[in-house]
């Protein structure tokens, strides 16, 4: 993702970002440096209750990563070998990467078109006696129902994961935050997040205090107590510098995430009739945070439209080209093109156009303007 402002529009502005909160930020590093408490310490410990409130979750557990919040939530949960955990194709490769740490078997199912994420119905034709966990992810920021994914779960006690990387204050059809939902939950806090840190970082959130502590030993290599170690765990800490940026960004997030709506809005009005299919904003639009706004773009005129936004300084990224079941490391799951049509086709349409919550109203035109120039032509 381009996250340096190289292009003259540029899909997401950290520089933008931190204009606004850079004293603030400074301050918070200098603390952490004249404190040199540089690993778990003060910071860490008032993120993971901060975060934990944010997300109205019991607890909080910072990580080092998305990835390692996933790694360690799929640990905690017992999954291991020859189970099968259920997730989509159309994701980050994480996901996936994270399934296959605990040598479980994912099993990669189809997205509903409109919403691009998780289709239920084929969620509960994939369940097999193996099924140990399933991972909704809450794609470009939007909430999956999870109501029929609760329904499917509960009956056959099979335990729910959220994968709530990319949606940092996104509300769930039962009206609470993403990070609520599953037995145990993860976000990541990679630096274009809507919660981004300044280097690598992530949580997992869980209401369930005999998780949260195993998840806390977990990060430190499975210590109980300093040098004792009754599990064998991960180096999967947050550390402070992170945990300090965090805080000054938290508390910005839900202004952040209410722009990014605005945009989203001004977006959708000025795409209408373009020719582009705009994503959908949901009745409830706090269902969605848009990490991305994803437009798509159908009979193959996706790359070039790129490629003409390009030409014209607007920075653009594809969530994602390549399905995981069509990655070359994947191969070895047996999946072939035309697996998952739905999801296929989405990967040839997706476009992520600029967003971010600095873009003001006049870079919002000129991006609308161009496709809607080039929409015309083509
Ligand atoms: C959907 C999804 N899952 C997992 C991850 C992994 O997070 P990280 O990059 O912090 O390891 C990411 C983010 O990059 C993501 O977008």
Aim: charged letters at 25%; a neutral charge; glycine letters at 8%.
């Amino acid at each position: 993702m381009t996250v340096v402002a190289t292009q003259e529009i540029p899909l997401v502005d950290l520089r933008a970002q931190y204009a606004t909160i850079r004293e603030e930020v400074r301050k918070a590093i200098d603390e952490v440096l004249d404190s040199m408490q540089l690993t778990i310490g003060p910071n860490v410990k008032a993120f993971d209750q901060e975060f934990a409130t944010y997300i109205g979750s019991k607890h909080a557990i910072g990580v080092g990563s998305g990835t390692d919040a996933l790694q360690l939530a799929i640990r905690a949960c017992g999954v291991s070998s020859g189970d099968e955990v259920i997730t989509v194709s159309h994701t980050f490769f994480a996901t996936v990467e994270a399934i296959l740490y605990a040598n479980a078997r994912p099993i990669l199912v189809e997205i509903e078109e409109r919403s691009m994420l998780m289709d239920p119905a084929a969620v509960a034709a994939a369940i097999t006696p193996r099924t140990k966990a399933i991972i909704p992810v809450h794609l470009y920021g939007r909430g999956v129902d999870m109501k029929p994914l609760r329904q499917i779960a509960q009956d056959r006690n099979i335990t729910i994961i959220e994968d709530a990387a990319q949606a940092h204050g996104a509300v769930l059809d039962d009206g609470k935050k993403a990070g609520t939902a599953g037995r145990v939950n993860c976000f990541s806090f990679y630096c274009s997040k809507n919660l981004g840190a300044y280097g690598e970082a992530g949580s997992i959130t869980t209401n369930d205090d005999r998780l949260a502590d195993e998840l806390r030993a977990l990060r430190e290599h499975g210590q109980s107590t300093r040098y004792y170690h009754p599990v064998i765990g991960y180096n999967a800490r947050l550390d402070e510098l992170q945990a300090a940026v965090l805080r000054v960004k938290l508390r910005r997030l839900d202004q952040w995430n209410a722009r990014r709506r605005e945009i989203a809005r001004m977006y959708d009005e000025r795409l209408r009739g373009s020719g582009v299919i705009a994503p959908e904003i949901p009745a409830d639009i706090r269902r969605h945070v848009f990490y991305t706004y994803t437009i798509r773009v159908t009979g193959g005129r996706r790359d070039d439209l790129r490629k003409y936004l390009g030409e014209r300084g607007i920075g653009t990224q594809i969530h994602y080209p390549v399905p995981i079941h069509l990655q070359q490391s994947a191969e070895f799951l047996g999946y072939r093109k035309g697996d998952l049509p739905v999801t296929e086709k989405v990967a040839g349409e997706v476009l992520s156009i600029p967003m971010f919550p600095e873009l003001t109203v006049e870079q919002v035109d000129r991006v609308a303007t161009a496709i809607r120039e080039f929409m015309k032509a083509h």
